[in-house]
């Protein structure tokens, strides 16, 4: 095979068709599609075995028996996995037919890099579904020596679900496990720790917002929030392994801080006392610092960048309260 899809599926039936139709219909042949139900509860497992049993040489389907979450969940996907290159997708998403054959055609020219990425489109529904975007303004890709050129690293988005990643640098490092955000670290220190990357911005990769599976986001109070430090440390851990963080410390230490600085902004949003989201976010600001740096030692600009002008202005009214003792 020369793609393997990863596609890990916890109760997200109502799109779930969309997401295998844009896989069985790839126009790249070699490939395998290995679709873990992770003990969903919603008739997901009846359409999984209708679409195995029509494209039998294609899918693969397990099922897990007891919730694993997704990183787990890929985690097992990736042993499974034969494909020269290895590529996730989340089940309530889809993708261009073409995705996969362009990737993997362009990486083959440009002699195997260890990385290739494309753009992602945010849609609230699957009227894209069958349009393949022939017209792609940037078909031939970028390539992007990381030891040159590692500030492109931070315009990429931390998704897995819009790249493939050479076998070789995925099975060995895997996935944090029962913790959010853990695209962070695996796909940021696969990409820190990569020589080139082969960079598109095509529409290739639709990203569903407001729907109900794997990826989706709420505004109700998060237990987990603390996961983001073990995310953040473990990101630093992955590069410490290599001679490449101090190489590329500043950059390692601004994400860190970005995506920690994102937690406080859906603690904002959070519906309760508001004396408690102010005691929280003082909290988290204050972790941040302690453990990453000063946040304002870096440009507004940049900062900005990342996370918004505007979320940015709310960050600074946080800061600017006083500071807790912890």
């Not at 889809?94 to 362009?102: A, E, L």
């Not at 639709?206 to 987990?224: I, L, M, Q, T």
Request: proline share 3%.
């Amino acid at each position: 095979m020369k793609v393997s899809v990863i596609v890990p599926i916890y109760n997200s039936v109502k799109y779930l068709p969309d997401c295998l139709d844009s896989l069985v219909n790839q126009t790249l042949d070699e490939i395998e599609i290995i679709a873990i139900l992770d003990a969903s509860f919603d008739g997901s497992l009846e359409i999984l075995k209708d679409y195995e049993k029509r494209y039998p040489d294609k899918i693969k389907v397990y099922v897990n028996s007891h919730n694993l979450g997704p990183g787990a969940t890929r985690n097992i996907g990736i042993s499974i996995a034969s494909g020269e290159y290895i590529g996730f997708l989340d089940s309530d998403d889809y993708v261009n037919f073409g995705m996969y054959k362009k990737m993997y055609d362009m990486a083959v020219k440009n002699n195997y890099p260890e990385i290739v990425t494309t753009g992602i489109v945010f849609v609230k529904d699957n009227k894209y579904l069958k349009d393949n975007f022939k017209e792609s303004f940037n078909t031939k890709g970028r390539i992007i020596n990381v030891l040159n050129n590692p500030l492109d690293i931070l315009d990429k988005s931390p998704s897995v679900c819009n790249k493939i990643f050479r076998r070789d640098i995925v099975k060995n490092y895997p996935f944090v496990e029962n913790r959010m955000w853990e695209d962070v670290a695996f796909s940021y220190a696969k990409m820190f720790r990569a020589n080139r990357i082969l960079s598109f911005n095509d529409a290739d990769y639709f990203y569903r917002r407001n729907s109900e599976g794997v990826s989706a986001k709420s505004s109700k109070p998060n237990s987990n929030i603390l996961d983001i430090f073990v995310i953040a440390d473990t990101l630093e851990k992955e590069l410490r392994k290599t001679n490449r963080f101090e190489l590329f410390k500043d950059y390692i230490r601004f994400i860190q801080i970005s995506y920690s600085l994102y937690r406080i902004l859906e603690i904002l949003a959070w519906d309760i006392d508001e004396e408690l989201k102010e005691n929280l976010c003082k909290i988290m600001n204050n972790l941040i610092i302690d453990k990453y740096g000063d946040w304002k030692d870096y440009p507004k600009e940049l900062l900005s960048s990342k996370i918004g002008i505007i979320e940015l202005d709310k960050l600074n009214e946080i800061r600017n309260l006083n500071k807790l003792k912890i």
